[in-house]
């Protein structure tokens, strides 16, 4: 059987003088997203200042291997002609040392050690795509750097209308997956040849993302959410929008923002900031302005004067709650929402859009 290998993005430093760099270089924006995601994206950093400590001095005991989500959704593309699955630099977390050594400087790699493995799969169960990792722990965590596929590049194929499962395995053992669906549209660029068009709906649909910087209340509250223009021209669009926040209490507007996105027909990260309502248009609004009040709030964000997303969270004590699949004491070890922010110090809230 034949091996290929399709490398991904490379970090940058070396291993023991600028970790932070290269795990500050990856986890921006502009480290997992689509190039042409960073020509219409102002770029922050989304897994903020990971230390160089490792992860063991500050892993709780029950610390179970996962796929860090937001890299998930940075990584994760599909051809727009070829429909053909694309994967990018993933990160993971709490990995196994491998058992067997490995003479690589990898210690998961496909030729040599642990075997860390990606297979995509059909809704039925059924095997398309087997990808196997070169990954190292970089700061405690442990970086996917590039992989090699079961069968040569004829083994990557293109997908169906449908839906998909990315299932991650550690020695032929599944710890987590990733699913996601394929919808296609024909083409109606005049000036492009004819045939399909291809794209993933899913995680990046279905969340959006609440974050302040090292959680202090004195940093900016930002909303981040992933936008597409699913369309069968790949033109790029400027698109205005509007985003507040509501307190459902009073169904008072506490926060707003409004400016113009540019969109292309893929799945690109936007981060949104907030001013206060009614207050400096040059300020923005502090986490601890809505952490001040417990309660029920929620995101509104319209795209063109359409609504496009509610997005629901709640206060409770000073904090926000957290709900879903990040509730691990709720949720299958496969399906829990991973982070890594800061070695697990600090955390963000995934809260589910509402259309």
Not at 13 to 37: D, E, P
Not at 58 to 76: E, H, Q, R, W, Y
Not at 148 to 174: D, M
Not at 257 to 265: E, F, I, K, Y
Request: with cysteine.
């Amino acid at each position: 059987m034949t091996l290929v290998t399709i490398k991904t993005e490379r970090l940058l430093g070396n291993k023991t003088q600028k970790v932070m760099s290269r795990l500050l270089s990856f986890l921006s924006c502009g480290g997992f997203a689509r190039k042409r995601a960073r020509r219409f994206f102002s770029c922050a950093v989304w897994l903020l200042c990971l230390p160089a400590m490792t992860w063991a001095q500050t892993k709780p005991d029950n610390c179970a291997p996962g796929i860090t989500f937001a890299s998930l959704l940075g990584a994760v593309g599909i051809g727009y002609t070829s429909g053909k699955l694309e994967i990018e630099s993933l990160y993971a977390i709490c990995l196994p040392t491998p058992g067997t050594p490995s003479r690589s400087p990898y210690p998961y790699d496909p030729d040599d050690g642990g075997k860390l493995s990606t297979v995509l799969k059909r809704e039925d169960g059924t095997t398309l795509t087997t990808y196997v990792w070169s990954a190292e722990s970089i700061g405690g965590l442990w970086a996917l750097k590039s992989y090699k596929v079961l069968g040569g590049s004829s083994a990557v194929v293109s997908l169906n209308t449908g839906k998909y499962t990315l299932e991650f395995q550690l020695e032929g053992k599944p710890f987590y997956r990733f699913p996601f669906s394929v919808t296609t549209m024909p083409s109606d660029d005049p000036y492009q040849s004819s045939g399909t068009r291809y794209f993933l709906e899913g995680a990046w649909n279905e969340y959006g993302n609440l974050f302040y910087q090292r959680n202090d209340p004195e940093s900016p509250f930002r909303f981040t959410t992933w936008l597409q223009d699913k369309r069968g021209d790949d033109q790029q669009r400027s698109v205005p929008y509007e985003i507040v926040i509501v307190r459902k209490r009073d169904g008072r507007t506490v926060a707003q923002d409004t400016a113009t996105l540019r969109l292309v027909s893929r799945w690109q990260k936007a981060d949104l900031l907030f001013h206060p309502a009614g207050g400096d248009k040059n300020s923005y609004l502090k986490a601890g302005d809505i952490l001040r009040e417990d309660g029920t709030y929620s995101v509104h964000l319209s795209l063109e004067g359409t609504r496009y997303g509610t997005y629901q969270f709640i206060v409770r004590g000073g904090h926000i709650e957290l709900q879903g699949h990040q509730v691990r004491a709720q949720t299958n070890p496969m399906d829990v929402m991973v982070e890594s922010i800061s070695a697990g110090r600090y955390t963000s809230w995934w809260i589910t859009r509402e259309q």
